[in-house]
Structure formats: structure tokens, C-alpha cells
């Protein structure tokens, strides 16, 4: 067979012969990367079994294709009750951030309940793998392991074993020989997925395949292996600190609004009933520059602190320096405090954070965080049991959030007794008051906060 060179796109698995800065297919910018034209370059899968026939769909049988449960509670959260057989699943995360630790502690898990599993580790040997499991205690006679790298010896292995779940870590590592390219490539990830995929479907089999992520935080490989799989689970978290969230950003089988918190230890990772309580276990009350916002992380609401300090400066350009916050949203909501509200904030250092490693990208957290700012411009601190949600507009008004009774009712259950809200928010839970406020300017002269921000 004759093998040419082709620039092939991480993103959409277009091609192009030749080099060139803007991928022709899908339009993202130095995505095209060099590799050998072969097989998987064509798009070809080998089809593997017999050939299957259509029927009602009130015919269909569900069996035992009924999801099982991890015995991880919060991964069970988030994929709405457990693994669906046949399903094959995408993990995805930064480098060290606990995808392993994860999966071979649902492995041991499943293992504990009888049910047989395979882990593939196409990055670690076998005696690594071994001395973490010891360290977390999963050491299973239903566990199975296996370091391998080539696809057909892994599919022989799952002949031998016929396992209830199988984890590949990672997909990246996985190549086929039938396929010109290196592992890792865009031709290999997607040739070995696809197979797996059509594996997963015949035999009733629960795969998980772990993901490399780019810099920018996003599955790495092409964006079709996205869509093959049935789900999608991004794994987030600060490796400073012990915090660790799990999200469905992709779910055929339920809702992706669940969010699983976890808590990083020495043994392992542990589940977190309550991350509002821990979110605010170090906080200290009556600090300026403080704020605490009900943020709705899918489904479930956190109670997280907000902090920010301004400072003077000697610089020519202040900086704006962000941490866990959107920093386009900070820098909106500076602009509408000094157009809107008088503070004067342009010519000062800003510093923000979401404190506990967290990361705040929702509108709902913007009023909080202009309060925060205000509190610290004006060396006064918010009232301890006050929090505040909302959306602020470029005209300064505060706006309606999403799921904010819920939201309400969290705040509530943690003992704090007033909510700044927008005008349109709902009747609060008992034991709740609310300062209803239509403007920015509203919420930072009813906290008393104007005199000394003039």
C-alpha cells in the first residue's frame, strides 16, 4: 500500500495535503498536524460481526441492558444512576488531577460486588498500577489488569476475561497496526475509538476511555471522538487543592445538569455530601472584601466565597488578576461600578478569586463579586449572614438568575438570614429576608456601602 503524507486537523479530522495555518474543514487556526495517510485516513472501519436486522421498537428487549451502579456516589450523580452496559464513556482531565485514582476505585468497587472489570494501562506497568491499588485498597481477585498498548491484543483479552466494565488508560496510548499513523495521531485515536465503540455495542460491554486534554483545558484528539461516545465526563479541579469536580459535558442516558464533588486525601478520593459546608469551613466573617454567592453548579447550589482586593498601584496599566473568576465578566462588572455606582477602581490594582479552588463562570455570580469589590474599596465588610445572586446588565440593573429559589433555599439551610436578590425573585424559604434590588447602585447604598466609595 502507498503511504503519502497528510496534515489532518486535531479538532474536526479534516485533511488537507498540505500545510496550511486555517483548517479548511471546521476554520480553527494551527490545528493541522503531519502524519502518514493510511487505513483509519479514509475513514474505514473494519465491520466486526454478523450482520443485524431492523425491528419494532416495542420489540426491543432491554434485558440486562439496565444501568448498574459504580458504588461511587457522586460518580453515580452525575451519570444519573450508574453505567449503562454497551455504553462507552469518555473521561477527560488535566495531567494528575485523579482520572486513575477514580476509575480504580470504581474498579475495585464493581470488582468488590462480583461483577468482573479490566483495566488496560497503556501509560503505566503493571506493577505501578499494582502499588496504588494497595495504596487505595483495591486490590481485587476480580480485578484484572493488562499493560498493553496494541488494539487487537487488548480485544483478545477482553475475549479471555469477558469483563462486565472495561477502562482504557488512556485512548491516546491505544494503536492500530492496520493504521499508518503513531499513536496518539488523529487517525489512530479515532480508527481505535471507532472499534471499541462497535465492541462496546456487540458485547453488551461498559467501556471507559480516559482522555489527554489540551492546554486550554479541552479534549485533545479529533472532535469526532466526542461524538462516538455516549458520554462525556470532564474532571476539573486545582492540584493545590484537594477540591476535585465532575460534570457530564455530554450524557445519552440522562441529564447533564448533576455535578460530582470529591475531595481529594491520601487514600483516595472521597465523596463530599455537603461542598457548601466545606467551601466555607475557612472563612472568617466580618472581612472586607468578602462576599458569598448561592452559585447553581447543574443542579446541585454552592455556597461559595467570593473574594477581592484593590490595592494603589505605581503602575502606568493596574493589574486585574483573576483566579477561579471569569475575567471577562470581572472586567464588566468593573466598568459598570465605576460608570454606574462611582467607584473608582480604574486606576487600582484588582485582584479576585473564588476561594476552595472552585471556578465561577455563571452571570448569577456577578453581584456578588461587584460587592465584594465595593467592600474592599470601601474597607467595610459585608454583614456575615448576607449572601448575594445575581446578574448585573451594562445599564447597571441586577437581572434574574436561573434555579435562584433553590438557590435561596441552600443559603437558608446554612444558617445565613438575608439574600440581596434582584426585584423579580421569588417568595423566599422561611428564615430568609430578602433585600430586593432593581440596580447595582441599590444593592451597594443598601449595604451602606456609598459614603466611603464616592
Request: hydrophobic share 45%.
Amino acid at each position: 500500500m502507498k503511504v503519502k503524507t497528510v496534515f489532518r486537523c486535531r479538532d474536526c479530522g479534516g485533511s488537507a495535503p498540505r500545510w496550511v495555518g486555517r483548517c479548511p474543514v471546521c476554520g480553527e487556526w494551527n490545528t493541522l498536524v503531519e502524519e502518514l495517510d493510511g487505513r483509519a485516513a479514509s475513514g474505514a472501519v473494519t465491520v466486526v460481526g454478523p450482520r443485524s436486522s431492523p425491528v419494532p421498537i416495542s420489540d426491543v428487549d432491554e434485558g440486562d441492558w439496565s444501568r448498574f451502579p459504580t458504588g461511587v456516589a457522586e460518580l453515580d450523580r452525575v451519570l444519573d444512576g450508574g453505567l449503562v452496559p454497551g455504553s462507552v464513556t469518555l473521561l477527560g482531565g488535566e495531567p494528575g488531577i485523579g482520572k486513575s485514582t477514580l476509575l480504580l476505585q470504581v474498579l475495585a468497587a464493581l470488582a468488590g460486588r462480583g461483577r468482573r472489570c479490566l483495566l488496560v494501562s497503556g501509560e503505566e506497568s503493571t506493577h505501578q498500577v499494582r502499588l496504588r491499588a494497595a495504596r487505595l485498597g483495591a486490590l481485587r481477585p476480580k480485578l484484572w489488569l493488562l499493560a498493553e498498548t496494541v488494539l487487537a491484543h487488548v480485544l483478545a483479552a477482553v475475549g479471555d476475561v469477558t469483563p462486565d466494565l472495561l477502562v482504557v488508560d488512556s485512548i491516546q496510548t491505544m494503536s492500530d497496526p492496520e493504521v499508518d499513523s503513531a499513536p496518539g495521531s488523529v487517525a489512530q485515536v479515532r480508527a481505535c475509538a471507532a472499534t471499541l465503540v462497535q465492541v462496546a455495542k456487540q458485547r453488551g460491554l461498559a467501556i471507559v476511555l480516559v482522555g489527554h486534554v489540551t492546554k486550554e483545558g479541552t479534549l485533545a484528539g479529533p472532535r469526532v471522538l466526542e461524538h462516538v461516545v455516549d458520554t462525556v465526563l470532564s474532571f476539573e479541579g486545582d492540584r493545590h487543592h484537594g477540591l476535585r469536580l465532575l460534570r457530564a459535558v455530554k450524557h445519552r442516558f440522562g441529564s447533564t445538569a448533576e455535578l460530582g464533588v470529591f475531595e481529594m486525601g491520601d487514600d483516595g478520593l472521597h465523596d463530599v455530601a455537603d461542598p457548601s459546608g466545606l467551601f466555607l469551613d475557612d472563612r472568617r466573617p466580618g472581612v472586607p472584601g468578602s462576599a458569598v454567592v448561592p452559585a447553581a453548579e447543574g443542579a446541585r447550589p454552592l455556597l461559595v466565597e467570593v473574594q477581592a482586593l484593590v490595592a494603589s498601584t505605581s503602575l502606568a496599566m493596574p493589574r486585574r488578576t483573576v483566579q477561579g473568576v471569569d475575567g471577562a465578566r470581572l472586567a464588566l462588572v468593573l466598568a459598570v461600578l465605576e460608570r454606574r455606582c462611582h467607584v473608582k477602581l480604574a486606576a487600582l490594582d484588582v485582584y479576585a478569586s473564588a476561594a476552595g479552588g472552585v471556578r465561577l463562570v455563571e452571570p448569577g455570580t456577578d453581584l456578588a463579586l461587584a460587592l465584594a469589590l465595593a467592600s474592599s474599596a470601601s474597607d467595610r465588610a459585608l454583614p456575615p449572614d448576607v449572601v448575594a445572586c445575581g446578574e448585573i446588565g451594562l445599564g447597571g440593573e441586577v437581572r434574574q438568575v436561573s434555579q435562584l429559589g433553590r438557590r435561596l433555599a441552600e443559603a437558608a439551610r446554612l444558617g445565613f438570614r438575608r439574600a440581596v436578590v434582584p426585584a423579580s425573585a421569588p417568595t423566599p424559604p422561611d428564615g430568609l429576608q430578602l433585600l430586593r434590588v432593581g440596580t447595582l447602585a441599590e444593592a451597594v447604598d443598601g449595604l451602606n456601602l456609598t459614603p466611603l466609595v464616592q
